[in-house]
């Protein structure tokens, strides 16, 4: 595709977190490109995660459907003469995956089947690129790990169902490239932040629980890191890989800053204090019971996005956050107003 944008882009997912805001930031660089944004509202996503501006322009159209029901995702293909495809769709909720195993592997692994075979099999075959968001999880823990894992050597070795299910799909992907010439490419992220998460995730619940000076609960000892990116960063390098990637490559998407758990929620707290105006306090925690396995740290190689294409994270973590939580406070007031 070099660098010119598509005609038309089908976004999977586009009513979570990471493909609602990835439409945000795309929609008007993109200006000549249709958006078709498919997804079938799992619960905490949204179609009004989308502008307002962009839902009412005659480029985008929203589509509630199932990636399993594949005679409508052929005909939307088709019908909208869709020339790449980004997949974010998945279920992304990771402690849940520990109580759904069947549930979250078979709706990953069929759905993205799916894709790929309304992509490669059906009568539709203008599709030139799959853009596919996998995760930093599928490497597995890295904590003993004195080097990063990189995209050409380290092999997957997840650790819980949901990375499981996302390596399943990276393998399903590879399949397809080989036997039916499937033309992709391949981001792996570290976890991403920002506004319109849903409320179930750590930086969302901890900035209600900061403005009902409740207690933090906290798994195991706290002291798990994890790689933060601010949603936008993000979404800048899937546009660049999904321009410049090369069909078959996985690049790593990441941030070089990292900060446990205990610290992030230590943060939290001060933020949501200074922004609310009142007198920093100590937070408390109540410790509630670790995964069955956690991974400890993900800790990956960025540098093949940075030399190829020169992107890097450029938002500091504290604007970032500090941003990240107004929107949560302010919707928190907006929805407190609303109950009456
Ligand atoms: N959030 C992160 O920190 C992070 C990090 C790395 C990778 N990822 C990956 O990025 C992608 C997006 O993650 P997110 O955090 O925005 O998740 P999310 O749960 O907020 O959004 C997922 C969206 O997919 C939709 N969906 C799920 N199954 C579907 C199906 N079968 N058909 C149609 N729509 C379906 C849901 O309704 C939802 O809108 C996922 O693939 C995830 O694995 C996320």
């Not at 009513?15 to 008007?28: D, E, K, P």
């Not at 319109?196 to 906290?218: G, H, S, V």
């Not at 546009?239 to 446990?260: C, H, P, Q, W």
């Amino acid at each position: 595709m070099g660098d010119s944008q598509p005609s038309c882009v089908l976004i999977t997912g586009g009513c979570g977190f990471i493909g609602s805001n990835y439409i945000n930031v795309t929609f008007n660089k993109w200006q000549n490109t249709r958006f078709v944004n498919y997804d079938k509202l799992a619960y905490g996503a949204s179609p009004n995660h989308v502008e307002k501006d962009i839902q009412n322009s005659p480029r985008y159209k929203f589509v509630e459907a199932s990636l399993e029901d594949q005679q409508t995702l052929n005909r939307v293909l088709a019908e909208n003469e869709v020339d790449m495809v980004i997949h974010f769709a998945a279920i992304t909720h990771v402690d849940e995956s520990y109580s759904d195993r069947i549930g979250t592997i078979r709706d990953n692994v069929i759905s993205t089947t799916t894709l790929l075979e309304s992509i490669v099999n059906s009568n539709y075959k203008g599709v030139t690129r799959l853009v596919h968001i996998s995760t930093d999880e599928v490497y597995g823990d890295s904590f003993a790990d004195v080097t990063p894992k990189n995209e050409a050597v380290s092999l997957p070795n997840p650790t819980n169902p949901y990375a499981a299910s996302k390596a399943a799909c990276e393998m399903v992907i590879r399949s397809y490239w080989h036997s039916y010439k499937l033309p992709y490419v391949m981001v792996r992220m570290n976890n991403v932040y920002g506004p319109r998460q849903i409320q179930t995730k750590l930086i969302p619940k901890f900035t209600k629980l900061a403005l009902e000076n409740k207690p933090y609960p906290l798994m195991g000892d706290g002291l798990h890191t994890r790689s933060w990116m601010y949603v936008e960063d993000c979404s800048e390098a899937i546009s660049r890989v999904a321009l410049d990637g090369k069909l078959g490559e996985i690049y790593n998407i990441g941030t070089e800053f990292e900060m446990t758990n205990i610290e992030l929620t230590r943060m939290i707290h001060a933020t949501v204090n200074k922004l609310m105006n009142r007198d920093n306090t100590e937070p408390s925690f109540t410790p509630i019971p670790d995964r069955p396995y956690h991974d400890r740290r993900y800790y990956i190689d960025f540098s093949k996005i940075k030399n190829a294409m020169g992107w890097e994270c450029t938002t500091p973590f504290n604007e970032g956050l500090m941003k990240t939580i107004d929107y949560y406070i302010k919707l928190h007031q907006k929805t407190a107003r609303l109950q009456g």
